[in-house]
Every structure is written in C-alpha cells, then in structure tokens.
C-alpha cells in the first residue's frame, strides 16, 4: 500500500517487498532447475517505469521493482552460457483496473509526462513479452524494455 515514508510502516514496506521480490525469487528458484537440465529458457519479469522514476509514496513499491531489475541481471549472468534468456519489462501508465481509479485531475497530471498523450493498452506489454517469448529475440539477455509512451526515455 502507498503511503509517504516516514509515515510508512514496516508492515507496509514488507509485504510490498514479499509480493513484488520475494515472490519473483520463489518463482524463479522453482523453475530454473529444470531451465538448465533442459538448456533452455526464458525468464521475463514485469517491473515498473517507477524503478527509474521513483514516486512519491511509493518508496517500498520502487525498490521492489528496481531490485526485480538487478535480480534479474545478475540471474542472466549466472544462466546465458546455459542459453536461458532473463529479461525485464518495464511498463509506464497501461489501462488497468489502477489507471481506472484515478480521477480527471491525477490523468491529466501523468498525461502531461507521456509525450504519446496515452496510456498504453494491455496488449502492448503482452505484445512485447510475446516478442521477447520468441526466437526472434534469441540474442537478447540482461535487458530492461521500457514501453511507457516517451514518458522515460533511456
């Protein structure tokens, strides 16, 4: 949940911690066994553009999302020999049930950062992760793809 940190709880910090991290390294941990007995693999997590950005009240949640990102990019060293691809999406503003909670005033606020004037649809993460899911991306480990309209540019 957000809250502004020094108002944050420890309760608050970790279970934002336990379900956006920790949940990525039990997933990992049980499937990456039979990746390399296979030789074969690919591992895409979704972070967020506010593992860049940062965001007010949402300390907990972008340290969650950038430490996915370093996790990742050390797991893609340990595995590329291996052929195992890991890899990070890093979405902006999608249309979700947590974009539909926002009023008019917080929508024109963001979209005055996103230079395409929209928040992205469903499909264009799952579109990407597909791309990434394919032999088309079969020399492609270690990176963060961000699809957020302009709003971060790296």
Known sequence: SDNLFLRMKDEQWYDVIDINLNSNYYIIKGILPNMIKRKEGNIIGITSVVAFTGNPGQANYSASKSAIIAMYKSIAL???QRNIRVNTIAPGFIKTFMTD???DIQKDAI???IPMKKFGEPNDVANLA???SS????FI?????HINGGMLMV
Not at 141 to 145: D, L, R, S
């Open 78 to 80: 340990e595995v590329a």
């Open 101 to 103: 909670k926002l009023n």
């Open 111 to 113: 979209m005055k950062k």
């Open 130 to 132: 597909l791309f990434l």
């Open 135 to 138: 032999k088309c991306s079969s």
């Open 141 to 145: 480990t270690g990176q963060t793809f």
